[in-house]
């Protein structure tokens, strides 16, 4: 006697015990692609022919989650943990190297991060005080902006905001580099790792403040004459005559 499909089973000279793998046989209650397509494990406990609707979805490891019956699993996958590592080359896991390999073997070494359930968001962290860019499913370049950052040797602190200036890192890959910067009307020339000298030219047409010039001397066909330019040296400017 054999079974009918999708029963399987067969049995000579009396009556078969027919089972049902509903992870494998093509029926209404069957699992057809359900887990396959979501990258999951079908498994079908208990193949008594009365017994249907029963089969589960299972995570496939790396892959953690309960099993669902009769539906899809939510699965996560840490996706900076070893256990990626021991298996890559699974269903839907990437190739070597690992996100863990890729951080850890960065030049400085770097820390795997993985900030959500979503796949492919992983992020490599620097190590302290430098901050990464383009960190996302790849090695980051690590900078460090000595302007923003307060802890490091070559930081510049508040040594040009205590000078009334802003403070600028000309090349975040370059340790040493930053300059102090003068706030609009004034100006000055940049001096590595140290407030500059400002300067205020009261003459000048961008000079902006109550005491500047303006167009006091030039509207009447004269020449403006700022003698001090220190920031500290306000409304000493004067006109004089044109010859």
Do not use: F
Request: charged letters at 15%.
């Amino acid at each position: 006697c054999n079974c009918k499909a999708p029963l399987e089973g067969s049995q000579v000279g009396g009556k078969a015990t027919c089972t049902l793998d509903e992870c494998t046989s093509n029926c209404l209650t069957c699992a057809q692609d359900t887990c396959t397509q979501n990258q999951q494990l079908c498994v079908d406990p208990d193949q008594n022919e009365t017994a249907v609707g029963g089969w589960l979805c299972e995570c496939i490891p790396p892959a953690i989650g309960d099993a669902v019956v009769a539906a899809p699993a939510t699965c996560l996958v840490d996706e900076c943990g070893a256990a990626l590592c021991d298996a890559t080359g699974a269903p839907g896991v990437p190739v070597s190297p690992c996100p863990l390999q890729t951080c850890t073997n960065a030049p400085g070494g770097q820390e795997c991060n993985d900030p959500s359930e979503a796949r492919g968001d992983w992020v490599c962290r620097c190590a302290a005080p430098l901050n990464e860019l383009n960190a996302t499913g790849k090695a980051a370049l690590c900078v460090l902006d000595e302007c923003t950052t307060t802890w490091c040797s070559t930081c510049a602190r508040s040594t040009c905001t205590d000078a009334g200036q802003y403070c600028q890192d000309l090349d975040s890959g370059v340790t040493g580099d930053w300059v102090c910067r003068c706030y609009a009307p004034h100006s000055g020339i940049d001096m590595p790792m140290q407030p500059t000298a400002c300067e205020l030219d009261e003459c000048l047409p961008a000079c902006a403040t109550p005491t500047c010039a303006g167009t006091t001397c030039s509207s009447v066909g004269q020449q403006c004459h700022d003698p001090d330019h220190s920031p500290h040296s306000l409304d000493d400017w004067y006109c004089i005559c044109t010859p």
